[in-house]
């Protein structure tokens, strides 16, 4: 499903639409933007851009949202929320900012919390989990300043580029957010 708007001091969520297509495709191309990714295709091609936004709508095991800088406008990435258990109440956070030079500035720290928030109020999960692969170090310890604990390591998930790369799993419960 697509996410209700979520506004933060920088950032805005909002529901991906049509026009935002064409920065996602030009995301989704980018090696450097995309090396932390856990599932893609390689490369996708427009038609698969439009049937993940479709598949996105109509989904109820998924909320997805774009990330918006609110100081100008521009479109700097995508969240969600994926594997959604309503029975059991919890769900995987991710954040992808594909505009490269918005990194380190805050706005994956802020989405994060935005995203997080939204999960332990408003639809009343238990826990929100989160997987980083190796690596993306800088992901790692933003999320364990929100408060994400490691719940383990995946040793040698996935082999890109000639070496293993580990998967690094975190979560939180509700009664953890300080948000």
């Given at each position: 499903?697509?996410?209700?708007?979520?506004?933060?001091?920088?950032v805005r969520?909002?529901?991906?639409?049509r026009?935002h297509?064409?920065s996602?495709?030009?995301?989704r191309?980018?090696?450097?933007?995309t090396r932390?990714?856990?599932i893609?295709?390689?490369?996708?091609?427009p038609?698969q851009?439009e049937?993940?936004?479709?598949?996105?709508?109509?989904?109820?095991d998924?909320?997805?949202?774009?990330?918006?800088?609110?100081?100008?406008?521009?479109?700097?990435?995508?969240?969600?929320?994926d594997?959604?258990?309503?029975?059991?109440?919890?769900a995987?956070?991710?954040t992808?900012?594909?505009?490269k030079?918005?990194?380190g500035?805050?706005f994956?720290?802020?989405?994060t919390?935005?995203?997080?928030?939204?999960?332990f109020?408003?639809l009343?999960?238990?826990?929100v989990?989160?997987?980083?692969?190796s690596?993306?170090?800088?992901?790692?310890?933003?999320?364990?300043?929100?408060?994400f604990?490691?719940?383990?390591v995946?040793?040698?998930?996935?082999?890109?580029?000639?070496t293993?790369?580990?998967?690094?799993?975190g979560?939180?419960?509700r009664?953890?957010?300080?948000?």
């Open positions: 499903m697509l996410g209700p708007t979520l506004e933060g001091d920088r969520l909002e529901a991906p639409a026009e297509l064409p996602i495709a030009k995301w191309t980018d090696l450097e933007a932390y990714l856990l893609l295709q390689f490369p996708p091609s038609k851009h049937d993940w936004l479709e598949k996105a709508a109509v989904s109820q998924d909320i997805v949202w774009t990330i918006v800088d609110r100081g100008d406008g521009a479109l700097v990435g995508l969240c969600g929320l594997k959604i258990s309503w029975r059991h109440r919890h995987l956070g991710w992808f900012l594909g505009e030079e918005r990194w500035r805050g994956g720290t802020e989405t919390r935005l995203r997080t928030s939204f999960a109020k408003q009343g999960f238990e826990k989990m989160t997987e980083i692969y690596g993306n170090e800088a992901s790692i310890r933003m999320v364990q300043k929100l408060g604990r490691r719940a383990g995946l040793r040698r998930h996935r082999f890109v580029d000639g293993w790369q580990d998967l690094w799993l979560e939180m419960l009664d953890e957010w300080k948000g």
